[in-house]
């Protein structure tokens, strides 16, 4: 069974967390051995604790309050979470960049989820079902990714699941979640939407990487 550690910030309800927790029984061979925030008050760390699971709060403005490098977060961040031993580093909502500092604690082991339609490695844009391009919506999150795709009258929106490098750009692609963009869509709705299919996105992706064998990410986006 693969050990999970997940990453969360104080923004968001913590939906996918959530989905994680609530399919690591049924859906998936692994378990959330621990979540990690960067603030004290993310609700993500409610639904923990109500799941009994240990949760972590390392906050980066303490070590910019302290005159402490980010460096030293970072080192941090993965020295605690090796303790936990995890077999893969789940970022579901984090919004802080990780460097190569921390991530080569976990090379090929974390995993993130992108608000927005990423393109394959080496591609401009991701090709949508009628033919036209996504624009991956780089650098937004929430409500202002979903904003941005109403803005541009997109007719798909959607997010990725992908593999962090160790150099901290966006990897091989896990999954996508694709959504139809309707005309009455709101924020509110087409954020419903695309919510759900993360969800599903999410949890079939980690029933491909959580398998008996404990083989590597890397050889698994390589079949």
């Known amino acids: 069974m693969r050990r999970i550690a997940v990453l969360i910030s104080n923004k968001g309800a913590g939906s996918n967390l959530q989905a994680l927790i609530d399919g690591q029984a049924d859906r998936y061979n692994g378990q959330v051995v621990c979540v990690f925030s960067d603030k004290p008050d993310g609700y993500g760390l409610t639904r923990a604790r109500e ?20 460096s030293h977060f970072e080192e941090d961040l993965a020295h605690r979470l090796q303790k936990f031993s995890p077999d893969l580093v789940i970022l579901a909502g984090w919004t802080l960049e990780l460097s190569e500092t921390f991530l080569r604690y976990f090379e090929w082991r974390v995993i993130n989820l992108h608000p927005g339609l990423l393109p394959d490695p080496g591609r401009h844009k991701y090709k949508l079902p009628d033919g036209s391009f996504a624009d991956p919506c780089t650098g937004l999150s929430g409500s202002t990714a979903i904003q941005a795709v109403l803005a541009s009258k997109q007719t798909y929106a959607g997010s990725t699941v992908h593999v962090i490098l160790q150099d ?42 959580c398998v008996e064998e404990r083989q590597s990410v890397s050889s698994e986006v390589s079949r």
């Open 51 to 70: 799941a009994d699971i240990p949760t972590e709060v390392l906050d980066l403005a303490d070590y910019q309050t302290q005159g402490r490098p980010r």
């Open 168 to 209: 901290g750009t966006p990897g091989p692609i896990l999954g996508r979640g694709v959504v139809k963009v309707e005309g009455r869509d709101t924020i509110v709705t087409l954020h419903e939407r695309m919510k759900g299919e993360e969800h599903q996105t999410l949890l079939n992706v980690m029933t491909e990487l």
